[in-house]
């Protein structure tokens, strides 16, 4: 019986790439292992599997009775609709510890790193399996992505450290400049319609029985979203009434001036403006300076609120 090695919903690059890595990782150990994704890939994930040759994993949405490995998350609401009726076997994660249950033990990697993909480079040197190049570029794509090339609060010294032996097995002399091809990349919004904007990095979330949606997009220079703020607040309130949310925000992250405005549709707007103690215009929303992360500097601060 195959190992299903799977991210979350709506797939980032640290998802899709540690996939890869933990799917080669397990059949280097013997284990006939296979990497998923839930859904369609984003145009920066698209881009790095492209450029170091690998095909997409395959689309899947079901995993009752399989034996699953799930990477980039432990939270019910990002894991497959059926993961509750599938033998979880492992998880690699870096976020918070999410409300995802087991009914047998399992193999858990969950560090306070930037990326999933630094832990399963811990994985690889633990097992003593040797990374293969491009498997090592990927991996460190994923963790310049998700560090926003170490500016992000959750940078940590393992972080750099990883891409620093990831890019020298990769034979890549600068891996910052990758970086930044990366977020090139990320900030093309042409031929993108709101929806998919808003949902190309998109994650929802419960927090104590309130269930809201965060968006966040990355760019070197935000005024690409000047003449479409109106019409992606606009659809913001058609996703949430969709979803039933009590709150669509949308971060459009600035890596360049180390920030981000934030937009916010909202049941009770008020309670966002206390999270991070500000006033939010409806029509612009509002800049937080030195803002990068969401799992850090978002989640944290609403969680609060209301748990209240």
Not at 93 to 120: C, F, M, Q, Y
Not at 129 to 156: G, H, Q, R, Y
Request: some cysteine; hydrophobic content about 40%; charged content about 30%.
């Amino acid at each position: 019986m195959a190992l299903y090695i799977t991210g979350h919903k709506i797939p980032d690059s640290d998802s899709i790439c540690s996939a890869i890595a933990v799917a080669y990782l397990k059949n280097s150990l013997g284990v006939e292992a296979i990497a998923c994704k839930q859904g369609e890939m984003n145009v920066e994930s698209r881009y790095i599997l492209d450029r170091f040759g690998f095909d997409e994993p395959i689309t899947k949405t079901s995993y009752k009775d399989e034996d699953t490995f799930i990477t980039d998350t432990t939270d019910l609401a990002l894991c497959p609709d059926d993961i509750l009726d599938a033998r979880v076997v492992g998880v690699v994660d870096h976020h918070k510890l999410g409300d995802l249950t087991t009914s047998t033990p399992l193999e858990a990697w969950i560090r306070p790193v930037g990326s999933s993909n630094t832990i399963v480079k811990q994985m690889y040197d633990f097992y003593g399996v040797e990374i293969p190049s491009n498997i090592a570029a990927i991996m460190m794509c994923a963790i310049l992505s998700d560090t926003v090339i170490f500016k992000s609060p959750t940078c940590t010294k393992e972080d750099t450290k990883a891409v620093k032996e990831l890019a020298k097995i990769a034979g890549i002399d600068d891996p910052k400049e990758i970086g930044m091809e990366l977020f090139k990349i990320k900030s093309q919004i042409e031929g993108s319609s709101e929806r998919d904007l808003i949902m190309r990095d998109f994650k929802e979330f419960n927090m104590s029985g309130t269930h809201l949606g965060i968006g966040q997009l990355e760019s070197v220079d935000l005024s690409v979203f000047d003449d479409k703020k109106d019409a992606l607040l606009e659809d913001m309130a058609r996703l949430k009434d969709e979803k039933d949310l009590h709150s669509v925000l949308l971060l459009l992250t600035d890596i360049i001036n180390e920030g981000s405005q934030l937009l916010a549709v909202s049941d009770d707007l008020d309670k966002i403006q206390k999270a991070f103690n500000v006033s939010i215009d409806p029509k612009n929303g509002v800049w937080l300076d030195k803002v990068l992360s969401r799992k850090k500097q978002i989640v944290p601060p609403l969680e609060d609120i209301f748990r209240a």
